[in-house]
């Protein structure tokens, strides 16, 4: 239980520091955390979570339509793909 408690407390910590900064962390004389380089992957797993939530068939067939409306958009207009990759292959194809 100790062990759990320590781990608790220093992403606490990591959160007081990520969240208020260093300075605010060191008024307050609060340690600084061994977890804190985790705190940004677990902020953008969460965000990640939230969008993978929001998502619906609906939602993901309208995304579809409206890359494929500006792929076909910058198309008709002529403008080439930016990658080198994708010129090359381009190339390759009228060659």
């Known amino acids: 239980?100790?062990?759990?408690r320590d781990a608790l407390r220093d992403l606490v910590n990591g959160l007081v520091r990520y969240i208020f900064g260093d300075e605010f962390a060191d008024a307050l004389h609060?340690?600084?955390?061994?977890?804190?380089?985790?705190?940004?992957?677990?902020?953008?797993?969460?965000?990640?979570?939230w969008q993978l939530q929001r998502s619906?068939?609906?939602?993901?067939?309208?995304a579809r339509r409206?890359?494929?409306?500006?792929l076909t958009e910058r198309a008709?207009?002529?403008i080439?793909?930016?990658?080198?990759?994708?010129?090359h292959a381009a190339g390759s194809r009228t060659a």
Not at 1 to 4: D, L, N, S, W, Y
């Open 76 to 78: 008709d207009a002529g």
């Open 80 to 87: 080439a793909d930016g990658t080198a990759y994708q010129q």
């Open 56 to 62: 619906t068939p609906e939602s993901a067939e309208a």
């Open 30 to 49: 609060i340690a600084p955390s061994g977890q804190a380089a985790l705190i940004p992957v677990l902020a953008a797993a969460g965000a990640q979570s």
């Open 66 to 70: 409206q890359f494929t409306a500006l």
């Open 1 to 4: 239980m100790p062990a759990e």
